[in-house]
């Protein structure tokens, strides 16, 4: 029977998670758009540089992650505990404009590295540079976006991501348009209009958070804090495990896409048409990872190991319904989005032949969604560290012993690999209660 204390909860979980659970389900339309306006150019080498392209940019900025996960654990336990939490923003902030100023110095390194690793045909390969040297000037952004929406989630200001995401993905469409159907830039249009779209968040996020950031709390300051170094080393050194967490992640998504390209310029297409099947699945119960970074880490900071339970508990409940019903819409809805993603021939049928793979991704991919929120919160990043890399060690044994699958045998390694990670850290999580 449902008590008032459930009722209650089950409220605050979708007062945090419906602005999240909307910003999740449109963050993939940046690459919704991108590959539907080069999915339609006259030539699948568009769309295939698009996905080199944007699985680079995936790696790359998802490599600082931590500037997103970190800032809300620190900012939610902060706040649990009735501490200051504008100087974890003001760190986060200035290390991600250093850092995205750092990754436009280095990008030709980084950029030849990266296709020399994912593969592709020479001409693929030509107009991923030119999508690559463009997109990378909006690093500062971007990973200052990561800074901003890791503060609001931790002050329980879940409508601010919303308004960013909304005002990101509307102003990248609009610039697609204008830029690839109307002026024919082609990929380099593209890329052009993700770089602005991130600085025009980058402005939203900044004022719609201007009471919190330059209000009285920016002024009751110390002096000087922001060049006291020892409290920037001590946001690196905790942010480190996330980071590599993160790092053996994107390697999984990074190797998938290199495999993929090495098959074929149709299969590479086909797995970016059908990757946005694991990005609407990711994004839409990410709202309730969040959700529970932020109730998680509000319990930890008040050490209330009851509220823990309950948000645990509840989040997870929510996660299931969810994945549930995302596997009925992946069963109804598949088709007609791969022929509203594409009207390439070539690539619908060969994404066509590996839709049921996606109709696994409920199932095996859930549970470690809803997971990373709960470490978050608790700021378990080592736990997150260890369990990504023990399931990241079983992915490429997998895909060894499937090569002569070809893609099925991809799509079965990232199934397997997906799975293990939920299961290794839920039994963390029952080790740690045991404990």
């Known amino acids: 029977m449902r008590t008032g204390a459930d009722t209650h909860l089950n409220r605050r979980i979708w007062a945090l998670a419906w602005p999240l659970l909307l910003s999740n389900i449109t963050a993939p339309l940046l690459g919704l758009v991108d590959t539907a306006v080069v999915g339609h150019l006259d030539s699948p080498v568009y769309l295939a540089a698009v996905a080199l392209g944007a699985n680079f940019f995936m790696f790359l900025y998802f490599s600082f992650n931590f500037l997103r996960m970190g800032t809300t654990g620190f900012t939610s336990q902060a706040r649990g505990a009735g501490e200051a939490t504008l100087m974890v923003l003001a760190r986060a902030l200035l290390l991600s404009t250093v850092l995205g100023g750092l990754l436009i110095v280095l990008q030709p390194g980084l950029r030849e590295l990266g296709l020399w690793l994912l593969g592709g045909s020479g001409e693929v390969q ?75 968040g980058l402005a939203g996020g900044l004022f719609w958070l201007r009471r919190e950031i330059f209000g009285d709390a920016w002024r009751a300051l110390p002096a000087g804090a922001l060049r006291r170094l020892a409290p920037m080393l001590s946001l690196l050194a905790v942010n480190r495990d996330i980071f590599l967490r993160s790092l053996a992640l994107l390697t999984v998504f990074f190797f998938f896409t290199a495999q993929g390209a090495r098959l074929g310029d149709t299969i590479l297409a086909a797995n970016a048409v059908l990757i946005t099947f694991l990005l609407l699945l990711s994004n839409t119960l990410d709202g309730f990872a969040n959700a529970a970074e ?43 989005l791969i022929r509203l993603l594409t009207d390439l021939p070539a690539v619908r049928d060969t994404a066509t032949t590996y839709l049921p793979w996606m109709l696994l991704l409920p199932l095996t991919a859930s549970a470690g969604f ?7 919160g608790a700021t378990r990043a080592r736990a997150m560290r260890n369990t990504m890399v023990v399931a990241t060690a079983l992915f490429f044994p997998v895909w060894w012993l499937t090569t002569g699958w070809g ?29």
Request: charged letters at 15%; aromatic letters at 10%; zero cysteines.
């Open 126 to 200: 030509d107009l991923a540079r030119d999508y690559i040297g463009i997109r990378i000037l909006g690093a500062p952004a971007a990973l200052g976006n990561f800074a901003l929406i890791g503060f609001a989630i931790g002050l329980h200001r879940t409508s601010v991501p919303l308004k960013m995401t909304v005002l990101m993905h509307s102003s990248n469409a609009l610039l697609d348009f204008l830029l690839v159907q109307v002026w024919h830039f082609d990929v380099r249009g593209v890329a052009t209009a993700s770089a602005l779209s991130e600085y025009l």
């Open 370 to 376: 809803w997971l990373d929120g709960v470490f978050v």
């Open 294 to 336: 932020a109730l998680v880490g509000d319990a930890t900071g008040r050490d209330d190991r009851r509220a823990l339970d309950a948000a645990v508990k509840a989040t997870g409940r929510w996660t299931v319904l969810v994945a549930a019903l995302a596997l009925a819409v992946f069963a109804l809805g598949g088709a007609p």
């Open 407 to 435: 893609n099925h045998g991809l799509w079965l390694a990232m199934n397997v690999w997906m799975a293990s990670r939920g299961l290794l850290m839920a039994l963390v999580w029952r080790r740690r209660d045991r404990g």
